[in-house]
């Protein structure tokens, strides 16, 4: 298995030598090219998914992560659109960072730069499969995608597709390759070849993550569970604040930006808990709630530790009042998993202790959790969204997809 992933590689960083001097004509034809091709084998890509859906289901996977794993024909249309976007963004290679004439003449400027290979081990998801291919292409470096065994029909026939598209274009298929699900190993082999990949992006659950983290040889950038939070403050339009709190949750509830914490200030909670309350149960979700909502509503669980920690992916939402928006904020920083953080407020004021006081790579300000995504930043589809602190933090597109190279021109300069 080390031997087909290392070969992989190498034919990923030869045609990463390709793809670093194509123009951004050549790429965004590709990539359009890519987009027909999956649209017009939607056919194809939806019957994969349902053997893939079937077989989770059999294995007695639960109905949030079959959710994830689902591809319909809108799905297939969404994800195509995603490598569209793509292509009609700016193209990240060549932009000059920063630059300026040193004291002694010398001109010197920040370029942005391909990466080189891409490596991606994620779970469910096929569509982040184009997606990941798609950011890739256009910051000129080769992916290997190695998605999770449940979704390995759909992932091989949404690669084929595109590197059918993307060599019909011109460009080298190769920089886009699945690496196999069938051995776990292949992941390993994927993270620890360094000198062959230049980067890893684990996008999944904890336990994946962390795995990856720890495993690694090769460079990570971490994304994030989303333990995510939405803040009713003493100010708040509670007319705006019901709609947020049930859309951050609701919307969709197996993603990574969906609520699964409600705070709730104290001035507002007569008012607001039997509204919100109500609106959520009716919804079918399950409140873990602290005493203030207990009292309401017997159906109502007890809120434990476990609860302020944990990010659901499903219907559940903890829940529980506090005092100040300082208690709101020190709840945040001790449970939060840094993904991303709402307030709902009519105060400047609070808005901005609120923003600054928390620790996370979005925050909403009277707008729902779910915006937090690479498509709605404008940034066409998103490789995952980084928690960490290193260069890439947040919905992570073409940009965070490069690293820079300075070019020092002279005129004969010596030291």
Request: charge should be negative; glycine fraction near 8%; proline fraction near 3%.
């Given at each position: 298995?080390?031997?087909i992933?290392?070969?992989a590689?190498?034919?990923a960083?030869?045609?990463?030598?390709?793809?670093?001097?194509a123009?951004?004509?050549?790429?965004?034809?590709?990539l359009?090219?890519?987009?027909?091709a999956?649209?017009?084998?939607?056919?194809?890509?939806?019957?994969?998914?349902?053997l893939?859906v079937?077989?989770?289901?059999?294995?007695g996977?639960p109905e949030?992560?079959?959710?994830?794993?689902?591809?319909d024909?809108?799905?297939?249309?969404?994800?195509?659109?995603?490598?569209?976007?793509?292509?009609?963004?700016?193209?990240?290679?060549?932009?000059?960072v920063?630059?300026?004439?040193?004291?002694?003449?010398?001109?010197?400027?920040q370029?942005?730069?391909?990466?080189?290979?891409?490596?991606?081990i994620?779970?469910?998801?096929?569509?982040?499969?184009?997606?990941?291919?798609?950011?890739?292409?256009?910051?000129?470096?080769?992916?290997?995608?190695?998605?999770?065994?449940?979704?390995?029909?759909?992932?091989?026939?949404?690669?084929?597709?595109?590197?059918d598209?993307i060599?019909?274009?011109?460009?080298?298929?190769d920089?886009?390759?699945?690496?196999?699900?069938e051995?776990?190993?292949?992941?390993?082999h994927?993270?620890q070849?360094?000198?062959?990949?230049?980067?890893?992006?684990?996008?999944?659950?904890?336990?994946?993550?962390?795995?990856?983290?720890?495993?690694?040889?090769?460079?990570?950038?971490?994304?994030?569970?989303?333990?995510?939070h939405?803040?009713?403050?003493?100010d708040?339009d509670?007319?705006?604040?019901?709609?947020?709190v049930i859309?951050?949750?609701?919307?969709?509830?197996?993603?990574c930006?969906?609520?699964?914490?409600?705070?709730?200030?104290?001035d507002?909670?007569?008012?607001?808990?039997?509204?919100?309350?109500?609106?959520l149960?009716?919804a079918?979700?399950?409140?873990?709630?602290?005493?203030?909502?207990?009292?309401?509503?017997?159906?109502?669980?007890?809120a434990?530790?476990?609860?302020?920690?944990?990010?659901?992916?499903s219907?559940?939402?903890?829940?529980?009042v506090?005092?100040?928006?300082?208690?709101?904020?020190q709840?945040?920083?001790t449970?939060?998993?840094?993904?991303?953080?709402?307030?709902?407020t009519g105060?400047?004021?609070?808005a901005?202790r609120?923003?600054?006081?928390?620790?996370?790579?979005?925050?909403?300000?009277?707008?729902?959790?779910?915006?937090?995504?690479?498509?709605?930043?404008?940034?066409?589809?998103?490789?995952g969204?980084?928690?960490?602190?290193l260069?890439?933090?947040?919905?992570?597109?073409?940009?965070?997809?490069?690293?820079?190279?300075?070019?020092?021109t002279?005129?004969?300069?010596?030291?």
């Amino acid at each position: 298995m080390k031997d087909i992933v290392h070969d992989a590689a190498r034919r990923a960083r030869a045609a990463s030598s390709a793809l670093a001097t194509a123009t951004r004509a050549q790429k965004d034809t590709a990539l359009v090219a890519a987009a027909e091709a999956l649209v017009a084998a939607t056919d194809r890509i939806v019957q994969a998914n349902a053997l893939d859906v079937e077989a989770a289901r059999a294995d007695g996977t639960p109905e949030n992560v079959i959710d994830r794993l689902h591809l319909d024909a809108d799905r297939v249309a969404a994800f195509a659109q995603g490598v569209r976007d793509v292509a009609a963004l700016p193209d990240p290679v060549g932009e000059v960072v920063r630059g300026s004439t040193l004291p002694n003449g010398l001109r010197l400027q920040q370029l942005r730069v391909p990466m080189g290979v891409i490596g991606m081990i994620y779970e469910g998801r096929p569509n982040v499969t184009a997606d990941a291919a798609a950011i890739c292409l256009k910051a000129g470096s080769a992916s290997l995608l190695r998605g999770s065994r449940s979704a390995q029909r759909s992932n091989a026939v949404i690669v084929e597709v595109m590197r059918d598209a993307i060599a019909a274009s011109g460009l080298p298929a190769d920089v886009v390759q699945a690496v196999t699900a069938e051995d776990r190993s292949s992941a390993t082999h994927l993270m620890q070849a360094r000198g062959l990949v230049d980067l890893v992006i684990p996008r999944g659950g904890a336990g994946l993550i962390r795995s990856v983290v720890q495993e690694s040889t090769v460079p990570v950038i971490e994304t994030g569970t989303g333990n995510v939070h939405v803040y009713v403050d003493a100010d708040a339009d509670l007319d705006m604040a019901l709609d947020i709190v049930i859309n951050s949750k609701t919307h969709r509830t197996s993603v990574c930006n969906a609520a699964e914490s409600l705070l709730v200030h104290r001035d507002v909670a007569e008012e607001f808990l039997p509204q919100v309350t109500k609106a959520l149960l009716a919804a079918g979700v399950t409140i873990h709630g602290d005493e203030s909502f207990r009292e309401l509503e017997p159906a109502i669980v007890a809120a434990t530790d476990e609860d302020w920690e944990v990010e659901y992916l499903s219907s559940d939402i903890a829940a529980r009042v506090v005092d100040s928006l300082d208690e709101a904020v020190q709840h945040i920083r001790t449970w939060s998993s840094g993904h991303t953080e709402a307030i709902v407020t009519g105060s400047l004021e609070a808005a901005r202790r609120f923003t600054t006081g928390v620790d996370s790579a979005a925050v909403m300000v009277n707008a729902s959790t779910r915006f937090t995504d690479g498509g709605e930043f404008g940034f066409g589809a998103e490789i995952g969204i980084s928690t960490q602190k290193l260069h890439a933090r947040g919905p992570m597109g073409l940009q965070e997809m490069t690293t820079t190279t300075y070019v020092v021109t002279g005129d004969g300069h010596v030291r």
